[in-house]
């Protein structure tokens, strides 16, 4: 009775064990959801800074880079106008995400990630158009999160 009985905890041990082991089903190409964005005011009057927040998946892993010369994510200025939104270039602003890649076998992540946007101004000082910011990142293997974006903001 008693061998029995312990041969019939290795099996129960291993399964419980399987359940504890992490198994995401990511797809490798970073997926991104838009969180938030925040303005901030030093002065209580002028909007000095931003933060842009949004929370990421990735399959393999291989978002980030410890190389500081690289730049993989991208927040891109967009305007009102009319029906449309219309890109401004000149105001992209890029930053390098530090490696996120797990030391464990299982190499999917997930997390939040929160950029401050600054020096101002944050937004076109030349117009009255709403403004909204989009972001995307590129992860090591050159694939390109989908975009997401602030609602649009009115300044």
């Not at 933060?51 to 927040?75: A, H, K, P, Q």
Request: aromatic residues 10%; charged residues 20%; negative net charge.
């Amino acid at each position: 009775m008693c061998f029995s009985t312990k041969i019939s905890l290795i099996p129960l041990t291993a399964i419980l064990l399987l359940g504890c082991i992490k198994d995401d089903d990511f797809s490798d190409i970073p997926v991104l959801e838009f969180k938030s964005f925040n303005t901030f005011s030093a002065n209580g009057i002028d909007i000095d800074s931003a933060s842009y927040t949004f929370s990421f998946m990735d399959g393999d892993g291989d978002l980030g880079s410890d190389d500081t010369s690289v730049v993989n994510c991208f927040l891109d200025y967009y305007e009102k106008d009319g029906d449309t939104m219309k890109h401004f270039p000149q105001f992209q602003r890029s930053y390098r995400l530090p490696s996120l890649t797990p030391n464990a076998k299982d190499q999917s992540i997930s997390g939040e990630v929160s950029i401050t946007i600054k020096p101002a101004p944050i937004y076109n000082l030349l117009t009255d158009s709403s403004y909204a910011w989009r972001c995307t990142v590129l992860d090591r293997s050159g694939n390109q999160s989908n975009q997401i974006s602030t609602l649009v903001i009115d300044k």
